[in-house]
């Protein structure tokens, strides 16, 4: 049973448009990250945060922006949204010492028309 | 950068055979390793991890083996069923990073 939601599972939306999606875990993990994945294929890392406040990119650059004012919410956001940024966003979360699985949410698919 | 990967991109067994999947890995600091299952439209669920003190660990149907000295990491599934039809990844991490870093995935197919 996962605890960490994401939010919508799929989304639509025309260039240009603004978007926000939404993750939240109820596990209390301070560590949160966001990937992006193309159908069949790896996962790249592209913001992680180590807790409130706390927010770094990833290896893969990309032109979203991510915020953590709350340890159990991490929303990414696209300002501008493009064809090229049409993925699926996958974010996870892991225990808050040592190294450990993460845990992830279903993930959402995004379709920039 | 430190990297991991695959060996073979598919695979194919028939229902009850026994599968394997490798991974290679190129950061000799990793200590840590995690297998991921990842089904059609959904997010990629923990599988099994093994710490690098460890050779071999055993799950329900899964065994994990590391072999530090070549840098390889190996799932074995036993009697596949089609229900293990799905895209597998290896992760790793360690030393003063406690991010993992995944490898390209494996997708396994069960032909009934």
């Known amino acids: 049973e996962a605890d960490i939601y994401q939010t919508p599972r799929y989304l639509v939306i025309g260039t240009g448009k603004k978007i926000t999606l939404e993750c939240s875990q109820t596990?209390?993990?301070?560590?949160m990250y966001w990937y992006q994945q193309d159908p069949g294929m790896e996962l790249h890392l592209i913001h992680y945060?180590?807790?409130?406040?706390?927010?770094e990119k990833g290896d893969l650059s990309s032109e979203s922006t991510v915020s953590r004012i709350r340890t159990e919410h991490f929303p990414l956001t696209l300002e501008s949204a493009r064809p090229s940024h049409t993925s699926q966003y996958l974010c996870?979360?892991?225990?808050?010492?040592?190294?450990?699985?993460?845990?992830f949410g279903s993930g959402t698919r995004l379709t920039v028309v | 950068g430190e990297s991991v990967g695959l060996h073979l991109p598919t695979l194919s067994v028939q229902e009850g055979d026994n599968s394997i999947i490798n991974c290679a890995y190129s950061?000799?600091?990793?200590?840590?390793f995690i297998w991921y299952k990842q089904e059609s439209g959904k997010g990629p669920q923990f599988i099994i991890d093994?710490?690098?003190?460890?050779d071999k660990r055993q799950g329900q149907r899964v065994t994990v083996l590391l072999n530090k000295t070549v840098k390889h990491l190996s799932l074995q599934i036993a009697a596949t069923q089609p229900g293990d039809s799905a895209v597998y990844f290896c992760?790793?991490?360690?030393?003063?990073?406690?991010?993992?870093?995944f490898g390209k995935g494996t997708l396994l197919t069960v032909n009934p």
């Open positions: 950061n000799s600091a990793s200590d840590y």
């Open positions: 992760a790793e991490g360690g030393g003063s990073n406690y991010k993992l870093t």
């Open positions: 596990m209390g993990h301070d560590k």
């Open positions: 093994i710490r690098s003190n460890m």
């Open positions: 945060s180590y807790g409130v406040n706390s927010t």
């Open positions: 996870a979360s892991s225990e808050n010492t040592g190294l450990y699985g993460y845990t």
